[in-house]
Nanobody, 119 residues
Framework: QVQLVESGGGLVQAGGSLRLSCAASGRTFTNYVMAWFRQAPGKEREFVAIISWRAGSTAYADSVKGRFTISRDAAKNTVYLQMNSLKPEDTAVYSC????????????WGQGTQVTVSS
């Protein structure tokens, strides 16, 4: 059974940094892509960043490009989201998700972790 468990959220002042972790278990993720999404109160869930487990290639939403970095540690089966220069508008519940590369939808989701950025 696949499990994705996020951690690392919290309260930070604008301009600060946080690192989120997503620990994955239950299968080999070599052929998967892993992504971070976020959802702010009253808003739709939005894509933040994605990484290919095999190649390590990445892509980002324009709103976080240059400030956030997604990475993975294959030995720990963990995906990270380093968030720098945080803004109040980054406040949201952040969730990681996984799918087989090329599939149209994400099969697995974590429970989410709250990130709050104060001004």
């Amino acid at each position: 059974q696949v499990q994705l468990v996020e951690s690392g959220g919290g309260l930070v002042q604008a301009g600060g940094s946080l690192r989120l972790s997503c620990a994955a278990s239950g299968r080999t993720f070599t052929n998967y892509v892993m992504a971070w999404f976020r959802q702010a109160p009253g808003k739709e869930r939005e894509f933040v960043a994605i990484i290919s487990w095999r190649a390590g290639s990445t892509a980002y939403a324009d709103s976080v490009k240059g400030r956030f970095t997604i990475s993975r540690d294959a030995a720990k089966n963990t995906v990270y989201l380093q968030m720098n220069s945080l803004k109040p508008e980054d406040t949201a519940v952040y969730s990681c998700a996984a799918k087989v590369a090329g599939d149209p939808s994400y099969n697995y989701w974590g429970q989410g972790t709250q990130v709050t950025v104060s001004s």
